[in-house]
């Protein structure tokens, strides 16, 4: 069965970064179009960054300048460098991608900024 797996979530001050990535659990599962999105209590999901399979990317506007999504297609990879991260940051991230078109969801990492 193919998984999304997640890691780089935790705690951290704000200003600080995190990094978070996403790898396909099984091997021959191209990661295609992929995203990250965030739900805060409370609240509804939210896309923070999207990209394509051929590295185009958009963000959530307060995402902008801070947050960068990249891909390492060689390891079926997409990572989320976080940067001036803000206590309203904290949220629970999920990684969402296609795999030979098909979507999953990661099971999510929760990221916390204090203040």
């Known amino acids: 069965q193919v998984q999304l797996v997640e890691s780089g979530g935790g705690l951290v001050q704000a200003g600080g970064s995190l990094r978070l990535s996403c790898t396909a659990s099984i091997s021959g599962f191209s990661i295609d179009a992929a995203g990250w999105y965030r739900q805060a209590p409370g609240k509804q999901r939210e896309l923070v960054a999207h990209?394509?399979?051929?590295?185009?990317?958009n963000y959530g506007d307060s995402m902008k300048g801070r947050f960068t999504i990249s891909r390492d297609n060689a390891k079926n990879t997409v990572n989320l460098q976080m940067n001036s991260l803000k206590p309203e940051d904290t949220a629970v991230y999920y990684c969402?991608?296609?795999?030979?078109?098909?979507?999953?969801w990661g099971q999510g990492t929760q990221v916390t900024v204090a203040s």
């Open positions: 969402n991608a296609f795999l030979n078109g098909v979507n999953y």
């Open positions: 990209i394509t399979r051929g590295g185009y990317t």
